[in-house]
């Protein structure tokens, strides 16, 4: 049988340095798991502000396109109350249009058609409507357009008009993360257009 000298014993089994082991293990451990948190926290932030950022443009396209059927001519004050009931999001601003477009159905069998009869806007968001005259159906789905068409069975369309409000916000993240991911929303990390529309 071999004998381990007792200084060696004193060394191997000593309760401190098995303690300084685990920390160092434990701080190891540490920093190659707190990048992966920090991105997993930065993620989780912006996908929270990203959630409300949507329910905020998509309630606020409702509650305007509900008050603009039924005013009777549609002016610059519905785009005012819908830009100012969607705070904390600047609609007004660099990052945000609205767009509240009138539309009257077809008035007779020469003119079936239904047409954009007011559009005004307000914010500064370079995005052009999607309610135009150059769309087959200005922009409507089909089967909203064709209530709007004069029906010469009942000398009238299905419907006399319709209210149709859009609401563009450009969402920017608001942690560093597409910064560290490049790619993940713009080359530039600088967000991307949320956006909503109603049709009342």
Known sequence: MIRIPRIFRLVSDSPGATRQGARGTSIAEFAFVLPFMLLLLMATIDFGHLIQTRLIVTNVAREGASIGSRATVVTSDITTMVTASAAPLLLS?????????????????????????????????????????????????????????????????????????????????????????????????????VFSKAVY
């Open 93 to 193: 601003g660099l990052d945000g249009k609205v767009y509240v477009t009138r539309i009257k159905a077809g008035v007779d069998k020469n003119a079936p058609k239904p047409t954009i009869q007011t559009q005004i806007n307000t914010g500064s968001l370079a995005k052009p409507s999607q309610i135009a005259t150059a769309s087959s159906t200005l922009g409507l789905t089909q089967k909203i357009y064709n209530h709007l068409v004069f029906n010469t069975t009942n000398n009238t369309a299905d419907i006399r008009e319709v209210t149709v409000v859009e609401v563009m916000y450009k969402y920017r993240p608001i942690t560093p993360l597409p910064g560290f991911v490049q790619g993940m929303l713009n080359a530039d990390g600088g967000g991307f257009v």
